[in-house]
Nanobody, 123 residues
Framework: VQLQASGGGLAQSGGSLRISCVAS????????IAWFRQAPGKEREGVLC????????YYLDSVKDRFIISRDNAKATVVLQMNNLKPEDTAVYYC?????????????????WGQGTQVTVSS
């Protein structure tokens, strides 16, 4: 299993960024895939997950109405669209899967991780 994240960068407060994760080495279309983030000095936290059926689950109230997760099974890709970004969204963002059908917000339940992509939001 390989997960390759890309698309991070620098945005101003109120701006938007789109990060992607391309998966390979397993049957992507059947399994949940999630985005986590880790800010400096903080623990990794679940952000959003999309199940094998396409159902989204939010793990952070602070990103509801701002972040959207989507998956393209034909391209084995999951995308996190981040709108109205805030400085507190600054973190390294990771995609992850545990090859399970349902989502989980617990990082210790995920076996496979992408390398992370830095998102920095300036005020």
């Amino acid at each position: 299993v390989q997960l390759q994240a890309s698309g991070g960068g620098l945005a101003q407060s109120g701006g938007s960024l789109r990060i992607s994760c391309v998966a390979s080495g397993y049957e992507f279309e059947y399994y949940a895939i999630a985005w986590f983030r880790q800010a400096p000095g903080k623990e990794r936290e679940g952000v959003l997950c999309v199940s094998g059926s396409g159902r989204s689950t939010y793990y952070l109230d602070s990103v509801k109405d701002r972040f959207i997760i989507s998956r393209d099974n034909a391209k084995a890709t999951v995308v996190l669209q981040m709108n109205n970004l805030k400085p507190e969204d600054t973190a390294v963002y990771y995609c992850a899967t545990d090859k399970a059908y349902y989502c989980s917000g617990r990082s210790d339940e995920y076996d496979y991780w992408g390398q992370g992509t830095q998102v920095t939001v300036s005020s």
